[in-house]
């Protein structure tokens, strides 16, 4: 693995760099979960601004609390924005959403223990503080005008270029959450494969996790409203990926996207430097503006790879990116779904013969229209809620032959059980929240935030 600070001469050391991610060994082979959430005041419902304000706690004081508990503090500026510990990390987005990071783990059993771990310290911080912490896709009441702002100048250079490629990114950046998972792979073919399975799988993910259908108080339209947020945030690095599905796929040819989705930032001595639409090609050979007869180093390209959103995205691990943030259960459910899928040699080979049935046009029409439909959407006749029925079968199938067991005896499969109960009612966590909106809560969407916190 090159050092952070080795100077990038050639192309050449970029596909080297993702060559490095190779595991040939299943057994070194790891999952690593992230998940997102809002936080609010549990009196009013309201965001914590970064600071607090009237004597009601902030989002500094979560992070202090945290740190308070065993978490490595980091800070940008003299403001905390992060905490370390055990190989995860709590971090902020840009609309004071909180992140956990996790540890690349063996078994899900692992990565959902993890998880409920760190749930289960942010209720007993949320007790101390009077704030809840809240799993949906989009926020169900905030206007983006108040929004809260968190002090990191990353974010910072990414507000004042959104609105200039498009019309919702703000709306991504401040009021949206989601869960992912990362994977490894063994080789350059099995990165292929693996990236073609999951990205025209991403708009099943998007219809099983669908878990956003308000905005500012009122149902929007949509099951995935975040979903749809990312169709019009950035053409040049969101989106679905046409060239993965043509020959010639590899890490030369990630690593030429790459280098040809403009920039946002340099960072040196924990400063920002502006870089927003220039390009790291112009960065290669010392003409970058923003920073002039300078060449970058592997920090910077690993800096750049990170301003990527597309579905799927390669760095030394494939990232799945098509969920929305949502309860307890199914932030277990989503690794299931994809280690069962992609972590078991046979179950690989049933879910790539599925789709490479379909065409870049039916996986593309299968992403326009999941956010809405959720699991009424149909792919060649057949309905999402057949579909993932299928789909689901073949991950159990493969959690199943992993054969990794708890300390009690269980495998992996029961993860999917959230997701077999969407995949037989054809009910989204979405329609569940509609069903409770025009139900049991009257009317009133702020029960959700009682009704659906951690």
Known sequence: MPSDNQVIASKAQLVEFLETGSKPDRDSWRIGSEHEKF??????????????????PGIRDVLQAFAKRGWEPVEEN????????DGA??????????????????????????????LRMAKEIGEELD???????????LRREDAPIMPKARYDIMRNYMPTVGTLGLDMMLRTCTVQVNLDFASEQDMVEKFRISLALQPLATALFANSPLKEG????????????????????????????????????????????????????????????????????????AYPDELPTMEDWKDHMTTLFPEVRLKTFLEMRGADGGPWSRLCALPALWVGLLYDQEAQAEALALTQEWSLEDITTMRDNAPKMGLATEVKGRSFQELAKQVLGIADQGLKKRARLSTSGETEQG????LW???????????????DLNGRWGGDVTKIFSDYSY
């Open 39 to 56: 936080i609010f005041h549990r009196k009013n419902n309201g965001p914590l601004s970064y600071l607090g304000e009237d004597g009601k």
């Open 78 to 85: 003299g403001n905390i924005i992060a905490g370390l510990k």
């Open 89 to 118: 990390s709590v971090t902020l987005e840009p609309g004071g959403q909180f992140e956990l990071s996790g540890a690349p783990l063996e078994t899900i059993h692992q990565t959902c223990n993890e998880t409920t771990s760190h």
């Open 131 to 141: 704030i809840g912490f809240l799993g949906l896709g989009f926020h169900p009441t």
């Open 218 to 289: 009122r149902p929007n339209g949509m099951r995935s409203l975040r979903s749809h947020v990312w169709t019009d945030t950035d053409p040049d690095r969101c989106g679905m990926l046409p060239f993965v599905f043509e020959d010639g796929m590899g890490f030369e040819r990630w690593v030429d996207h790459v280098l040809d989705v403009p920039m946002y930032f340099v960072r040196r001595d924990g400063k920002y430097i502006n870089a927003a639409g220039q390009s790291f090609r112009d960065f290669m050979k010392g003409e970058l503006p």
């Open 415 to 418: 993860f999917l059980n959230d």
């Open 421 to 435: 109960e969407s995949a037989e009612t054809g009910q989204t966590p979405a329609d569940r929240i509609l069903a």
